[in-house]
């Protein structure tokens, strides 16, 4: 079982803002990083370092992180934003790398 | 631009052993830390292994710790996984991907090649 807790799924409608949690104490360690994929898609990374945006992603794409808690923001979604979304950092050891369960953005 | 192609998938037995391939292009392979991430079927994401830049360096998930191998050469530009004694769970679609700045975390990913544990 991955020790970074997502909820399963999150719906927003077109416009709106959605708003993806990931807690676990590896943030208290390490920073997140939030990777979005699209069914049938190998992963992409949208947010790194918190709340850095890799070129090419859009504006919309925000993160943050506080305490054991991260969030990734997308404001004003669209209907290609629907995918799963993962957060990344660390166990909480401290010492590998670890996802969180995922959770599945339904824009409607 | 940055390409990474896994090879070496397929059937195997439980039991068995398997070794994955990848072959990096694009970018200074000797730069950057590599890893492998699996991802079952129809299931969430998976750290397996990492790699430092030069090998001097390698960590494992503990689902895989002492079955699994990552190696890279670097006169090559492949990064390799040795997978012994296979497992019914280890069942996945396996990445290859590529460290982001610092090597922690994954910056690109390859499009993955599927293993399957058969009993």
């Known amino acids: 079982s991955s020790e970074l807790t997502q909820p399963p799924s999150v719906s927003v409608s077109p416009g709106q803002t959605a708003w993806i949690t990931c807690s676990g104490d590896?943030?208290?360690?390490?920073?997140a990083y939030w990777y979005q994929q699209k069914s049938g898609r190998v992963p992409v990374l949208v947010i790194y370092?918190?709340?850095k945006r890799p070129s090419g992603i859009p504006e919309r794409f925000s993160g943050s992180r506080s305490g054991t808690m991260a969030t990734l923001t997308i404001s004003g979604a669209q209907a290609e934003d629907e995918a799963d979304y993962f957060c990344?950092?660390?166990?909480?050891?401290?010492?590998?790398?670890?996802f969180g369960s995922g959770t599945k953005v339904t824009v409607l | 631009q940055v390409q990474l192609v896994e090879s070496g998938g397929g059937v195997v037995q439980s039991g068995r052993s398997l070794r994955l391939s990848c072959v990096a292009s694009?970018?200074?392979?000797?730069?950057?830390?590599m890893h492998w991430v699996r991802q079952a079927p129809g299931k969430g994401l998976e750290w397996v292994a990492l790699?430092?830049?030069?090998?001097?360096?390698?960590d494992y998930a503990d689902s895989v710790k002492g079955r699994f191998t990552i190696s890279r050469d670097n006169s090559k530009n492949t990064l390799d996984l040795q997978m012994n004694s296979v497992r019914g769970d280890d069942t996945a679609f396996y990445y290859c991907?590529?460290?982001?700045?610092?090597?922690?975390?994954?910056?690109?990913w390859g499009q993955g090649t599927l293993v399957t544990v058969s009993s």
């Open positions: 990344y950092s660390t166990d909480s050891s401290g010492h590998y790398g670890a």
């Open positions: 590896g943030f208290t360690r390490k920073n």
């Open positions: 694009g970018f200074t392979f000797s730069s950057y830390a």
């Open positions: 370092e918190d709340g």
């Open positions: 991907a590529r460290g982001g700045s610092g090597g922690w975390y994954v910056d690109f």
């Open positions: 790699i430092w830049y030069d090998g001097s360096k390698a």
